[in-house]
């Protein structure tokens, strides 16, 4: 018998759980074990005393991310099992060891039964980033788990939680290795190299989940004028220039992303003048320019963290999906995405109608797109689908 500390749900609320939903929110909460702290590992139990989960309490709507439905402790051997059951199927969809990527994601919270945990491998580098505190205290384990799983295949292990820990939980992480170090690492993507600065850059370093999606741009590229709104470090800047594009303009608002950018293309493509980048803020470079393209991408970070601003989030992208609508030629091809989890595919695909119609352009659809197999959703969270992305022929 465990000896967590309980809680206890209100009459009736097991029901989610025993669907295997890994979330318990604030109004299914009965009552708690007094002197709890954020982090800690808690046993959940229906009114009537019936055991259900294990998982983290956490401050906020989600009460309680459920890491079992199984009465165990939460030791060394948990972490192993979990975190190989999460490797072996990057194994089986050829992520790990395929020789023209290295790099991927390894786990991915609820879809890999850890939530609030994310690790992305950069070639013996696993980068880790926190987004509980619960998460953030077994970030050791994490470590030493890697270690035995990965062998040969870990050198380091960098924590990148500083920026991801929720600020009510009082706790102030510290970015920093757990285990070895490395210098910046130029990763390889279907074959294009990436510059990726895991110690300053957005999420872990690099946008992986894009990868499949890039692939794709690329062979829509070929002879056509592409711009690439949002684009970090240039991915699918890249990938339209090795399609074949006549020209390729990058923006985003971050001078240190587009200095990255163009290393990048001196990496892939050194002298070659089809390509320009500017620091500019996207909608500003859209209303000041007069330029139309042929291939237009649109790829934001997230409009919306929570459900409280989706009604700003959905004026956001109809208001953007506008200005690239406005901005591509007849017979163009615009790529347009949401990573917003809160933003569902209807409500996203809507607000690009919207904007299609508001600007007067025909539109079809040509592909429907998600993010890739080693980000995968957990059947019983469909919330895990959070990148939403329409391929698009404008008239």
């Known amino acids: 018998m465990i000896n967590y500390p309980k809680v206890y749900l209100k009459n009736g609320k097991e029901h989610s759980i025993k669907r295997f939903h890994p979330w318990i929110f604030s109004g299914a909460v009965s009552r708690v074990d007094e002197g709890l702290q954020e982090g800690d590992l808690v046993a959940v139990y229906s009114s009537q005393s019936e055991f259900l989960a294990i998982g983290h309490i956490s401050i906020g709507s989600i009460v309680v991310r459920i890491l079992s439905f199984e009465e165990r402790e939460i030791n060394l051997d948990f972490w192993i099992e979990r975190i190989s059951s999460a490797c072996s199927l990057r194994k089986a969809i050829s992520v790990y060891g395929d020789k023209n990527n290295n790099v991927f994601r390894l786990v991915h919270g609820e879809g890999d039964g850890l939530p609030g945990l994310i690790i992305d491998y950069y070639a013996r580098t696993a980068v880790i980033q926190c987004h509980t505190v619960g998460m953030y205290l077994h970030r050791e384990e994490i470590t030493e788990a890697l270690e035995k799983i990965l062998g040969a295949d870990l050198t380091a292990v960098y924590d990148k939680s500083e920026g991801t820990i929720p600020y009510k939980s009082g706790i102030q992480p510290k970015n920093g290795y757990l285990l070895g170090e490395t210098e910046a690492f130029i990763a390889l993507e279907n074959g294009l190299k990436f510059k990726v600065d895991w110690l300053k850059g957005q999420k872990t370093g690099f946008f ?188």
């Open 208 to 395: 992986i989940d894009q990868r499949e999606n890039r692939k794709l741009l690329e062979y829509y590229s070929k002879g056509r004028s592409v711009l690439n709104m949002f684009c970090y470090t240039g991915g699918f800047s890249f990938y339209a220039m090795r399609g074949g594009a006549k020209l390729v303009h990058s923006v985003d608002s971050s001078s240190r992303a587009i200095d990255i950018t163009k290393e990048n293309i001196a990496l892939n493509f050194p002298e070659d003048k089809r390509h320009e980048a500017y620091s500019e803020d996207a909608f500003k470079f859209l209303d000041q320019s007069s330029q139309k393209y042929d291939l237009i991408v649109l790829d934001p970070p997230a409009f919306a963290k929570h459900k409280k601003v989706l009604d700003n989030a959905l004026k956001g992208y109809k208001r953007l999906n506008l200005k690239g609508f406005q901005h591509i030629k007849s017979g163009g091809i615009l790529f347009t995405f949401s990573c917003s989890q809160a933003v569902s595919k209807e409500d996203f695909r809507q607000a690009v109608f919207v904007a299609a119609a508001n600007a007067g352009r025909t539109v079809r659809v040509l592909h429907q797109l998600t993010q890739p197999a080693d980000h995968p959703v957990n059947i019983f969270h469909p919330e895990g689908e959070y990148l939403k992305g329409l391929v698009l022929y404008v008239e």
